[in-house]
Protein backbone atom coordinates (compact mmCIF):
# COMPACT_ATOMS: atom_id res chain seq x y z
CA UNK A 1 0.00 0.00 0.00
CA UNK A 2 0.70 3.50 -0.63
CA UNK A 3 1.34 5.65 2.47
CA UNK A 4 0.61 8.56 4.96
CA UNK A 5 3.94 8.92 6.61
CA UNK A 6 3.67 12.69 7.28
CA UNK A 7 1.14 13.35 10.30
CA UNK A 8 2.26 13.77 13.54
CA UNK A 9 0.05 14.22 16.87
CA UNK A 10 1.07 16.24 19.94
CA UNK A 11 -0.67 14.19 22.56
CA UNK A 12 -1.47 15.48 25.94
CA UNK A 13 -0.34 12.97 28.90
CA UNK A 14 -1.76 13.33 32.49
CA UNK A 15 0.79 15.17 34.66
CA UNK A 16 3.22 15.12 31.83
CA UNK A 17 4.66 17.70 29.01
CA UNK A 18 2.77 16.97 25.48
CA UNK A 19 4.30 13.56 23.55
CA UNK A 20 4.36 13.48 20.08
CA UNK A 21 3.66 10.20 18.15
CA UNK A 22 4.43 10.17 14.33
CA UNK A 23 1.90 8.57 12.40
CA UNK A 24 2.01 6.10 9.45
CA UNK A 25 -1.13 4.60 7.53
CA UNK A 26 -2.39 3.43 4.30
CA UNK A 27 -2.92 6.76 2.37
CA UNK A 28 -6.47 4.54 0.72
CA UNK A 29 -9.08 5.98 2.65
CA UNK A 30 -10.30 3.44 4.97
CA UNK A 31 -10.55 1.98 8.93
CA UNK A 32 -7.95 -0.14 9.93
CA UNK A 33 -6.35 -1.86 13.24
CA UNK A 34 -3.89 0.49 15.28
CA UNK A 35 -0.76 -0.56 16.26
CA UNK A 36 1.25 1.28 19.10
CA UNK A 37 5.13 1.14 18.44
CA UNK A 38 7.43 1.79 20.73
CA UNK A 39 11.21 2.67 19.81
CA UNK A 40 14.34 1.51 21.47
CA UNK A 41 16.03 3.97 23.38
CA UNK A 42 17.20 6.17 20.55
CA UNK A 43 13.78 7.54 19.72
CA UNK A 44 12.20 7.52 16.10
CA UNK A 45 15.11 6.96 14.31
CA UNK A 46 15.31 6.28 10.51
CA UNK A 47 15.50 2.75 10.76
CA UNK A 48 12.26 2.88 13.20
CA UNK A 49 10.10 5.31 10.68
CA UNK A 50 11.19 2.20 7.86
CA UNK A 51 9.80 -0.48 10.76
CA UNK A 52 6.39 1.44 10.98
CA UNK A 53 6.23 2.17 7.49
CA UNK A 54 6.87 -1.50 6.66
CA UNK A 55 3.82 -2.74 8.96
CA UNK A 56 1.29 0.30 8.15
CA UNK A 57 2.00 -0.92 4.37
CA UNK A 58 0.56 -4.45 5.47
CA UNK A 59 -2.82 -2.41 5.92
CA UNK A 60 -2.27 -0.77 10.01
CA UNK A 61 -2.21 2.82 11.63
CA UNK A 62 0.80 2.61 13.69
CA UNK A 63 1.75 5.39 16.27
CA UNK A 64 5.11 6.12 17.15
CA UNK A 65 5.66 8.17 20.24
CA UNK A 66 8.56 10.02 21.65
CA UNK A 67 9.40 7.52 24.78
CA UNK A 68 11.72 10.42 26.23
CA UNK A 69 9.43 13.42 25.64
CA UNK A 70 9.91 14.93 29.22
CA UNK A 71 13.09 15.02 28.70
CA UNK A 72 14.37 15.77 25.22
CA UNK A 73 12.38 18.53 23.02
CA UNK A 74 10.29 17.45 20.27
CA UNK A 75 11.71 15.94 17.46
CA UNK A 76 14.93 14.56 19.13
CA UNK A 77 16.35 11.35 17.91
CA UNK A 78 19.53 10.18 19.70
CA UNK A 79 22.62 8.84 17.89
CA UNK A 80 23.57 5.20 17.48
CA UNK A 81 26.85 6.25 19.05
CA UNK A 82 28.35 6.14 22.21
CA UNK A 83 26.72 9.83 23.52
CA UNK A 84 23.56 8.60 21.93
CA UNK A 85 23.61 5.56 24.24
CA UNK A 86 24.36 6.50 27.04
CA UNK A 87 21.68 9.55 26.87
CA UNK A 88 19.17 6.52 26.32
CA UNK A 89 20.23 4.87 28.78
CA UNK A 90 20.12 7.32 31.28
CA UNK A 91 16.84 8.52 30.48
CA UNK A 92 15.68 4.68 30.89
CA UNK A 93 16.72 4.62 34.33
CA UNK A 94 15.09 8.24 34.87
CA UNK A 95 11.80 8.09 33.85
CA UNK A 96 9.40 6.22 36.25
CA UNK A 97 7.46 3.54 35.28
CA UNK A 98 4.32 5.41 35.90
CA UNK A 99 5.04 7.97 33.44
CA UNK A 100 5.81 4.93 30.92
CA UNK A 101 2.35 3.64 32.18
CA UNK A 102 0.48 7.20 31.37
CA UNK A 103 2.27 7.51 27.92
CA UNK A 104 0.72 3.86 27.07
CA UNK A 105 -2.32 5.12 27.99
CA UNK A 106 -2.20 8.21 26.17
CA UNK A 107 -0.87 6.70 22.97
CA UNK A 108 -3.98 4.01 22.72
CA UNK A 109 -6.55 6.77 23.83
CA UNK A 110 -5.74 8.59 20.70
CA UNK A 111 -5.15 6.23 18.59
CA UNK A 112 -8.46 4.57 19.04
CA UNK A 113 -9.68 8.57 18.49
CA UNK A 114 -7.93 8.31 15.11
CA UNK A 115 -10.68 8.49 12.58
CA UNK A 116 -8.67 6.06 10.22
CA UNK A 117 -8.26 3.45 13.38
CA UNK A 118 -11.13 0.70 13.17
CA UNK A 119 -10.92 0.15 16.84
CA UNK A 120 -8.63 -2.86 17.50
CA UNK A 121 -5.49 -2.05 19.12
CA UNK A 122 -2.46 -3.86 19.46
CA UNK A 123 1.54 -2.66 19.77
CA UNK A 124 5.23 -3.60 18.76
CA UNK A 125 8.01 -2.91 20.52
CA UNK A 126 11.80 -3.12 20.12
CA UNK A 127 14.54 -3.87 22.92
CA UNK A 128 13.21 -0.90 25.66
CA UNK A 129 10.06 -0.70 23.57
CA UNK A 130 9.75 -4.26 23.63
CA UNK A 131 8.86 -3.87 27.12
CA UNK A 132 6.78 -0.95 27.04
CA UNK A 133 4.72 -2.99 24.29
CA UNK A 134 4.28 -5.74 26.83
CA UNK A 135 3.29 -3.20 29.83
CA UNK A 136 0.85 -1.45 27.30
CA UNK A 137 -1.16 -4.74 26.35
CA UNK A 138 -1.84 -5.16 30.01
CA UNK A 139 -4.77 -2.39 29.20
CA UNK A 140 -7.72 -4.70 28.21
CA UNK A 141 -7.93 -2.63 24.63
CA UNK A 142 -5.11 -3.99 23.27
CA UNK A 143 -5.48 -7.70 21.89
CA UNK A 144 -2.12 -8.14 20.37
CA UNK A 145 1.37 -7.54 21.41
CA UNK A 146 4.49 -7.98 19.25
CA UNK A 147 7.71 -7.55 21.60
CA UNK A 148 11.04 -8.17 20.22
CA UNK A 149 14.03 -8.65 22.65
CA UNK A 150 12.38 -6.90 25.43
CA UNK A 151 14.78 -5.54 27.90
CA UNK A 152 14.40 -5.56 31.69
CA UNK A 153 11.31 -7.71 32.15
CA UNK A 154 13.45 -10.30 33.79
CA UNK A 155 15.31 -8.63 35.87
CA UNK A 156 12.54 -6.25 36.80
CA UNK A 157 14.73 -2.80 36.27
CA UNK A 158 12.71 -0.95 34.35
CA UNK A 159 12.52 2.89 35.34
CA UNK A 160 13.41 5.28 38.34
CA UNK A 161 14.91 3.37 40.95
CA UNK A 162 15.30 -0.07 38.67
CA UNK A 163 12.44 -1.57 40.37
CA UNK A 164 9.01 -2.49 37.94
CA UNK A 165 6.32 -4.87 38.11
CA UNK A 166 5.94 -6.49 35.13
CA UNK A 167 7.07 -9.96 35.84
CA UNK A 168 4.65 -9.74 38.82
CA UNK A 169 1.57 -8.32 36.91
CA UNK A 170 1.89 -10.56 33.89
CA UNK A 171 -1.51 -12.32 35.43
CA UNK A 172 -3.43 -9.40 34.45
CA UNK A 173 -2.18 -10.17 30.20
CA UNK A 174 -5.49 -10.35 28.39
CA UNK A 175 -3.91 -9.83 24.64
CA UNK A 176 -2.10 -12.15 22.38
CA UNK A 177 1.67 -12.64 22.74
CA UNK A 178 4.12 -12.88 20.26
CA UNK A 179 8.25 -12.91 21.87
CA UNK A 180 10.72 -12.95 19.44
CA UNK A 181 14.53 -13.36 21.12
CA UNK A 182 18.07 -13.93 19.46
CA UNK A 183 19.98 -16.25 21.14
CA UNK A 184 23.21 -14.09 21.23
CA UNK A 185 21.41 -11.20 23.26
CA UNK A 186 23.75 -10.35 26.15
CA UNK A 187 20.96 -8.56 27.11
CA UNK A 188 18.43 -11.24 27.88
CA UNK A 189 20.65 -14.29 28.69
CA UNK A 190 19.15 -17.67 28.23
CA UNK A 191 18.08 -17.65 32.27
CA UNK A 192 16.10 -14.22 31.76
CA UNK A 193 14.26 -15.76 28.73
CA UNK A 194 13.06 -18.55 30.95
CA UNK A 195 11.93 -16.61 33.73
CA UNK A 196 9.88 -15.04 31.47
CA UNK A 197 8.66 -18.09 29.93
CA UNK A 198 8.13 -19.99 32.92
CA UNK A 199 5.80 -16.97 34.52
CA UNK A 200 3.94 -16.52 30.76
CA UNK A 201 3.29 -21.07 31.41
CA UNK A 202 2.28 -20.19 35.04
CA UNK A 203 -0.29 -17.47 34.52
CA UNK A 204 -1.90 -19.19 31.39
CA UNK A 205 -1.06 -16.50 28.68
CA UNK A 206 -1.99 -17.05 25.51
CA UNK A 207 1.64 -16.13 23.81
CA UNK A 208 3.64 -17.47 20.80
CA UNK A 209 8.23 -17.81 21.56
CA UNK A 210 10.77 -17.47 19.29
CA UNK A 211 14.36 -17.69 19.21
CA UNK A 212 16.57 -16.97 16.33
CA UNK A 213 20.39 -16.85 16.03
CA UNK A 214 20.36 -13.51 16.11
CA UNK A 215 22.23 -10.49 18.21
CA UNK A 216 20.46 -7.61 20.12
CA UNK A 217 18.82 -5.48 17.95
CA UNK A 218 18.61 -7.88 14.56
CA UNK A 219 15.71 -5.36 13.12
CA UNK A 220 17.61 -2.38 13.28
CA UNK A 221 18.78 -2.13 9.33
CA UNK A 222 21.69 -0.01 10.51
CA UNK A 223 25.01 -1.27 12.01
CA UNK A 224 26.79 -4.56 12.26
CA UNK A 225 23.65 -6.36 13.97
CA UNK A 226 21.28 -6.45 11.42
CA UNK A 227 20.20 -9.62 10.14
CA UNK A 228 18.37 -9.17 6.39
CA UNK A 229 16.86 -12.84 6.52
CA UNK A 230 15.74 -12.77 10.26
CA UNK A 231 14.19 -9.23 9.66
CA UNK A 232 11.96 -10.81 6.89
CA UNK A 233 11.25 -13.65 8.87
CA UNK A 234 10.08 -11.80 12.01
CA UNK A 235 7.52 -9.82 10.06
CA UNK A 236 6.23 -12.50 8.27
CA UNK A 237 5.46 -13.77 12.32
CA UNK A 238 4.03 -10.00 12.90
CA UNK A 239 1.85 -10.20 10.29
CA UNK A 240 0.72 -13.58 10.79
CA UNK A 241 0.30 -12.76 14.63
CA UNK A 242 -1.37 -9.38 13.96
CA UNK A 243 -4.20 -10.96 11.11
CA UNK A 244 -4.91 -13.68 13.50
CA UNK A 245 -5.13 -11.50 16.83
CA UNK A 246 -6.53 -8.25 15.50
CA UNK A 247 -8.88 -9.52 12.37
Keep these: MILRSDETLDVGVSGSS???????????????????????????????????AMIAGNGYVVAVPEVY?????????????????????????????????????????????????????????VCLGGHLA???????????????????IHSSTLGAGRSDDSLLRMDELKADALFVWGRQDPHVPFAGREAI????????ARYEWH??????????????????????????LTLGFYARALA
Design 134 to 152: YRAALDARVSAAACFYPTD
Design 197 to 204: RARLEEVG
Design 211 to 236: ELNAQHAFLRDEGPRYDPAHFLHSIA
Design 18 to 52: PMRMHMFRPAVEGRYPGVVLFSEIYQVTAPIRRLA
Design 69 to 125: HEYEPIGTVLQYDAVGTDRGNALKFTKPVAAYDADADAALTALAQHPACNGRMGTFG
